[in-house]
């Protein structure tokens, strides 16, 4: 049986007010994404690949075009609709990390969820984050701080804190820029595993060769327009 599309864009155009030039970020992208792929979407700077992630994550709207996440129509909502999207099926994962300084290691993968306020028990949540800590290597600095952690600990963090809300789609903007080459494998590597064991969906925008030579899938744009 074929998998089911968790991504389906059709058409998806953006366009940017730069003073009084519009600049047109994505002319007309089609992309259907399966559950469970690990994908990957490379292009030079400039090309689309943030802007089509933003809208892929519901953190921006397309000027035109149809989008599906998980079956639903996604593209039509307001910012309130969208937000309540992201909190229920997407993780995301920064090449800046984007952990909270003052929390500890603990505290930053159950933060998601703090916020989200769905009424799990303290006790269960604390179950779930030294689980996926364990998982992702980190076990032993729950009780750290971010600025006590390397680089490929803070992406693991990152990582983990993407998948505490159990999110259908995990998006990874850049997540090995800011990491060195053998931090980059290992980090490559667990995400292979997550996504191998876990079913996890994943995908990436990145220029990075490593992680697109580790794809099931690549895809290119240009221009703002998706290549075969």
């Known amino acids: 049986m074929a998998a089911q599309n968790l991504i389906e864009l059709k058409g998806i155009t953006k366009d940017y007010l730069l003073g009084k030039t519009q600049v047109s970020a994505l002319r007309g ?41 998980d079956g639903e129509e996604v593209g039509d909502r307001d910012f309130d609709a969208l937000a309540e999207v992201r909190n229920r099926k997407i993780g995301f994962i920064f ?11 603990a505290e930053n993968i159950e933060f998601p969820c703090v916020v989200r306020k769905d009424g799990e028990s303290k006790g269960a949540l604390r179950k779930r984050v030294e689980a996926l800590a364990e998982a992702v290597g980190l076990r032993p600095y729950l009780h ?32 090995t820029a800011n990491l060195d080459s053998g931090t980059s494998e290992q980090i490559i590597d667990l995400m292979l595993a997550l996504n191998r064991d876990k079913a996890v969906t994943f995908l990436f925008s990145t220029h ?10 690549a895809l290119r744009i240009q221009d703002g327009r998706m290549l075969e």
């Open 29 to 69: 992208v089609d992309l259907n994404v399966s559950a469970g792929e690990f994908t990957v979407v490379t292009g030079p700077s400039g090309s689309g690949k943030t802007t089509l992630l933003n809208i892929i994550g519901c953190l921006d709207r397309a000027t035109s075009g149809l989008y599906q996440l």
């Open 95 to 105: 090449q800046s990390f984007n952990l909270i300084p003052v929390l500890d290691v």
């Open 144 to 175: 750290h701080r971010p600025d006590e952690l390397s680089g490929g600990q803070r992406q693991r963090v990152a990582i983990a804190r993407a998948l505490i809300t159990q999110p259908r789609l995990v998006l990874a903007d850049e997540p």
């Open 208 to 217: 990075d060769p490593r992680v697109v030579a580790h794809a099931r899938r």
